[in-house]
């Protein structure tokens, strides 16, 4: 399908180097430096936004200066970073190029910029032999092109970025924007409130099964900037929607920080499937630089029998800060979490989910991958809630973890809390390391040490790469095994 | 961990009037100085926010001090009314405290060779009590620690000789009179000679209906190749506080096994840390907790892999109906240098009623590569296959369902290797089953 030759240029590349780290010479406009009232107000003008947007934010700027100064950032999770400086990043960043409205057609794009999603591997041409898969990209602060539209169009589905939403849309927006991850939310959600640029947005009306997978490719560009995109996605009534999310950022020895909110909202009978992998700049061998990732994800089954199945291949990012959750509202509802999160070097990830059940008959699985290699610290964090309202909730969770190495951690922090009789929960943990005998096994039959980790590792993994799309599970698993590189021996 | 903000006088009015009346040798002023300055500096748990480790549990009655400590023991006790109301054989060595004060007349002296088991008050000059005591529970730890160790007077002083296998049961008992609310700080230091064998049992028991603020700490010390079985049995009234630290230091190839048993109390909370600090320590730490009505039992399990070779294994069941709530926070903790540790964490709930929550937390953290750790944790109804069962073959439900709590309790209570004290707890067991089975729904 889309990508075969995504798959090829990213194999053949050199080892253990990080192979998206380039940097794009595009001339871009930013806004100055720091977080204050006139810059979010400088956001919102630039994107010509409307009132009742403007107030919003400002809403949640103010509500954010109050956490800074009284509780500052979370600090519960295991991850340890210097400060941030929340004065010395770009809000904004944009490419000139871009500048005013929405690229008409592909051929309005900036050439330099449609040569780097092509470096990436995210053709942005809508080529007949690479059909099936809608794509939004997303360069630092702005959408600079997304395909298939008119297609999508004839089934009145909307995907496009965040921005034209606000324009054309903005019923759907402003009914939909905060209903799910409100601006009070957390540190990092309400400064994304604040300052979000853009993101894509995607509904799907009543009763259309989504005939392609939408995709999203975020590339964060510009030294010292943050970015905070907002991704939004409506499955009304009986719709289906399959969505991907992909994410690189130039190599650079400054730590770049993302604060991105995504809110899923699924309808009666509704489905979206949300899979990513997340593969921003992790940072140098020696633990310089790298993105921050502090994300906020979640999703709600608010009608019955709807479903949300969040699935995230995380190798990027020197931290990562991130709990894609699913509040299951309607009775029969589903929540799903497959994940693997792998951290090599000096990268900590601190990730999990959380399923709260509020519906009759909800039922969520979890199952959680965690990689450490080198002085990697990788820890699950994940919360199940009960509530008394939910009866015949059912939750079964598989927690792994493995170590390449004896200088990185493994942890696991699961909260379950339970509030009705009628539940039935069931929770299971194992950490260790490769097995020695699996190893000796393999290099008997010839495998190099490397290899031989690799097969392991790959069938370790099975249960949640086949969760993703095709094209994008092929990649995942040469991205485990380049981020694995120099691990082993 | 985050800090209250209210002090309570009468903490520090008790504080005075303890070292007025009850002058220690120097080395005793100035630990319970330091706990005092500490427990003064950070007061009682009770902030909400951030505050992890009793994020399920709510202390604020604590702060408010509206309990009476007092000095000495005021109220006389008969051995009948022990030999009913708590675990109890003639056979046994015995130290009863009476509201936190020994009670000579009550107690039995120890039967084995050998074995020291004192009131504090007569082993002051003894060297191992110097050496051990607030060596594990160190007072900057945690308020609890440190408010125990400023009331430092009374306490339990064990010592097992080497090589001595100890065939006597020697049991802990602190007891709270009626006719008051009393704060007790009961405190104990058992440590146990190079290839000992012993079983050590505390129980705590109420026996009037007053709320109690009972906090006790007790040390274990394994000394290499050391046995230990521990068996704490919490059996207080409805209204009572009762926050309880164990701290456990284990040298190598030593193992602790120990059983904790709790129902009854409003809050009854269990911090067991065990420190497996040289290679070859073994602990298992099991427990059973049922909660009814308005009760909490707040389990606080945690393991410490320092050294290679080291196995823990933490396993908690607990049956929970009426509007109870039960929190198991287990954690594992494997070091650098802990390569080969083997863990593994199981916390299995039986939930009977709509009003009833649990909150667990079975944790790992690890740091070495080479080692072997697991957990789970489930919560639920009873099978109801296993009631169809029973039912078809004619058995009530009121039977079929008490069977079923039963057998879940009987995986715990079976272990106990004391007999007279299984007999104790699966008594507690039997009369506390009607009271789940009422509140079910």
Same mark, same amino acid.
């Given at each position: 399908m889309a990508t075969p030759n995504t798959i090829s240029r990213k194999s053949d590349l050199s080892a253990g180097e990080y192979k998206w780290g380039f940097v794009t010479e595009v001339e871009e406009d930013f806004a100055p430096k720091g977080l204050s009232e006139d810059i979010?107000?400088?956001?919102?003008?630039?994107?010509?936004?409307?009132?009742?947007?403007?107030?919003?934010?400002?809403?949640?700027?103010?509500?954010?200066?109050?956490?800074?100064?009284?509780?500052?950032?979370?600090?519960?999770?295991?991850?340890?970073?210097?400060?941030?400086?929340?004065?010395?990043?770009?809000?904004?960043?944009?490419?000139?190029?871009?500048?005013?409205?929405?690229?008409?057609?592909?051929?309005?794009?900036?050439?330099?910029?449609?040569?780097?999603?092509?470096?990436?591997?995210?053709?942005?041409?809508?080529?007949?032999?690479?059909?099936?898969?809608?794509?939004?990209?997303?360069?630092?602060?702005?959408?600079?092109?997304?395909?298939?539209?008119?297609q999508l169009g004839e089934l009145g589905i909307i995907f496009c970025s965040f921005s034209e939403a606000v324009k054309n849309h903005p019923d759907l927006v402003q009914k939909y924007l905060g209903s799910v991850v409100p601006y009070s939310d957390n540190f990092f959600a309400t400064l994304n409130s604040a300052v979000f640029s853009d993101g894509s947005f995607?509904?799907?009306?009543?009763?259309?099964?989504?005939?392609?997978?939408?995709?999203?490719?975020?590339?964060?560009?510009?030294?010292?900037?943050?970015?905070?995109?907002?991704?939004?996605?409506?499955?009304?009534?009986?719709?289906?929607?399959?969505?991907?999310?992909?994410?690189?950022?130039?190599?650079?020895?400054?730590?770049?920080?993302?604060?991105?909110?995504?809110?899923?909202?699924?309808?009666?009978?509704?489905?979206?499937?949300?899979?990513?992998? @997340?593969?921003?700049?992790? #940072? &140098? !061998?020696?633990?310089?630089? $790298?993105?921050?990732?502090?994300? %906020?994800?979640?999703?709600?089954?608010?009608?019955?029998?709807?479903?949300?199945?969040?699935?995230?291949?995380?190798?990027?990012?020197?931290?990562?800060?991130?709990?894609?959750?699913?509040?299951?509202?309607?009775?029969?509802?589903?929540?799903?979490?497959?994940?693997?999160?792998?951290?090599?070097?000096? @990268?900590?990830?601190?990730? #999990? &989910? !959380?399923?709260?059940?509020? $519906?009759?008959?909800?039922?969520? %699985?979890?199952?959680?991958?965690?990689?450490?290699?080198?002085?990697?610290?990788?820890?699950?964090?994940?919360?199940?809630?009960?509530?008394?309202?939910?009866?015949?909730?059912t939750n079964h969770t598989q927690c792994d973890s493995l170590l390449v190495g004896d200088k990185c951690g493994a942890h696991t922090v699961p909260y379950i809390e339970v509030r009705n009789p009628t539940a039935r929960l069931e929770h299971e943990a194992s950490t260790s390391k490769v097995s020695d005998d699996q190893l000796f096994y393999l290099r008997s039959r010839g495998l190099s040490e490397e290899e031989a980790h690799h097969m392991i590792i790959t069938g370790w993994t099975r249960d949640v790469i086949k969760e993703l799309p095709f094209e994008f599970a092929m990649e995942a698993s040469q991205l485990l095994k380049v981020s694995l590189e120099g691990a082993v021996g | 961990m985050t800090l209250a903000t209210a002090r309570g006088e009468k903490y520090l009015a008790d504080f005075k009037a303890l070292k007025e009346a009850r002058p220690a040798p120097d080395w005793l002023e100035e630990l319970r100085q330091r706990g005092w300055d500490h427990f003064n500096s950070v007061g009682f748990p009770t902030e909400r926010r951030g505050n992890e480790l009793f994020k399920y549990t709510n202390l604020t009655p604590l702060d408010r001090g509206t309990f009476e400590f007092q000095i000495g023991q005021r109220v006389a006790v008969s051995p009948e009314t022990l030999r009913e109301r708590a675990p109890w054989s003639d056979d046994w060595t015995t130290l009863v405290f009476i509201d936190g004060w020994y009670s000579e007349g009550l107690s039995r002296p120890a039967a084995d060779a050998g074995v020291t088991a004192l009131n504090f008050a007569d082993a002051e000059d003894r060297q191992p009590l110097r050496e051990h005591l607030a060596r594990y529970a160190t007072v900057d730890e945690s308020a609890f620690m440190a408010l125990n160790t400023a009331f430092l007077a009374d306490g339990a002083y064990v010592r097992i000789p080497d090589d001595v296998q100890s065939k006597t049961p020697i049991h802990l008992l602190f007891v709270t009179t009626p006719g008051g609310s009393r704060a007790t700080y009961p405190r104990t230091l058992v440590v146990a000679g190079t290839n000992s064998r012993s079983s050590v049992i505390e129980?705590?028991?109420?026996?009037?209906?007053?709320?109690?603020?009972?906090?006790?700490?007790?040390?274990?010390?394994?000394?290499?190749?050391?046995?230990?079985?521990?068996?704490?049995?919490?059996?207080?009234?409805?209204?009572?506080?009762?926050?309880?630290?164990?701290?456990?230091?284990?040298?190598?190839?030593?193992?602790?096994?120990?059983?904790?048993?709790?129902?009854?109390?409003?809050?009854?909370?269990?911090?067991?840390?065990?420190?497996?600090?040289?290679?070859?320590?073994?602990?298992?730490?099991?427990?059973?907790?049922?909660?009814?009505?308005?009760?909490?039992?707040?389990?606080?399990?945690?393991?410490?892999?320092?050294?290679?070779?080291?196995t823990s294994h933490q396993f908690y069941k607990g049956v929970l109906s009426g509007n109870s709530r039960a929190v198991f926070s287990g954690r594992v903790l494997v070091e650098k240098d802990a390569q080969k540790s083997v863990a593994d964490q199981r916390d299995l709930n039986l939930i009977l009623s709509h009003g009833a929550e649990i909150d667990t937390k079975p944790s790992l953290e690890i740091y070495a590569d080479d080692v072997k750790c697991s957990h789970g944790a489930t919560a639920g109804h009873g099978d109801p296959a296993a009631l169809f069962y029973m039912r078809s073959r004619g058995i009530d439900e009121a039977t079929a369902q008490a069977m079923l709590v039963r057998g879940f309790a009987a995986e715990i209570a079976d272990e106990i290797g004391v007999e007279a004290l299984r007999e104790y707890v699966q008594r507690v067991i039997e009369d506390t089953i009607p009271l789940l089975l009422a509140e079910a729904d």
């Open positions: 979010v107000r400088l956001i919102s003008a630039k994107k010509d936004e409307p009132e009742w947007l403007l107030e919003w934010r400002l809403r949640s700027y103010n509500h954010w200066v109050k956490m800074a100064k009284t509780q500052g950032e979370p600090t519960w999770a295991k991850i340890r970073y210097p400060t941030i400086d929340y004065n010395d990043i770009y809000y904004y960043a944009a490419p000139k190029s871009s500048q005013g409205k929405a690229p008409e057609s592909l051929d309005d794009v900036d050439p330099e910029m449609l040569a780097t999603f092509e470096k990436l591997g995210i053709p942005l041409q809508e080529r007949e032999k690479l059909a099936g898969v809608a794509i939004d990209a997303v360069f630092d602060s702005v959408s600079v092109a997304t395909t298939y539209t008119k995607a509904y799907i009306p009543p009763g259309v099964r989504c005939p392609m997978e939408l995709m999203t490719y975020f590339r964060m560009n510009a030294e010292g900037t943050g970015q905070f995109e907002r991704t939004l996605i409506i499955a009304d009534k009986g719709a289906y929607v399959s969505y991907l999310e992909g994410c690189t950022a130039p190599f650079r020895k400054t730590s770049q920080l993302h604060a991105a909110v995504v809110e899923l909202v699924a309808l009666e009978d509704a489905e979206i499937k949300y899979s990513t992998i @997340q593969n921003w700049f992790p #940072g &140098t !061998k020696e633990g310089e630089g $790298g993105v921050y990732n502090f994300v %906020t994800k979640r999703g709600i089954c608010r009608g019955a029998n709807s479903k949300i199945s969040w699935t995230q291949v995380e190798t990027g990012s020197a931290i990562t800060w991130k709990y894609p959750s699913v509040i299951l509202q309607g009775d029969n509802s589903v929540g799903e979490f497959y994940s693997v999160a792998l951290t090599n070097n000096y @990268q900590q990830a601190d990730t #999990g &989910t !959380k399923m709260i059940h509020i $519906g009759k008959n909800t039922k969520s %699985t979890i199952v959680a991958k965690g990689i450490s290699a080198g002085h990697g610290q990788n820890t699950y964090r994940g919360q199940v809630k009960i509530m008394p309202s939910a009866e015949n909730a | 129980s705590y028991i109420s026996l009037g209906d007053e709320a109690c603020f009972t906090a006790p700490v007790a040390e274990y010390v394994l000394e290499p190749g050391a046995g230990i079985d521990h068996l704490r049995v919490l059996v207080e009234n409805e209204q009572t506080f009762h926050i309880g630290t164990t701290r456990v230091y284990q040298s190598n190839d030593s193992t602790f096994s120990s059983i904790s048993f709790a129902t009854g109390p409003r809050i009854g909370r269990n911090d067991l840390h065990t420190l497996l600090d040289a290679p070859g320590a073994e602990c298992t730490l099991h427990g059973l907790y049922l909660t009814t009505n308005r009760q909490q039992i707040d389990n606080h399990v945690s393991t410490t892999h320092a050294k290679p070779h080291g």
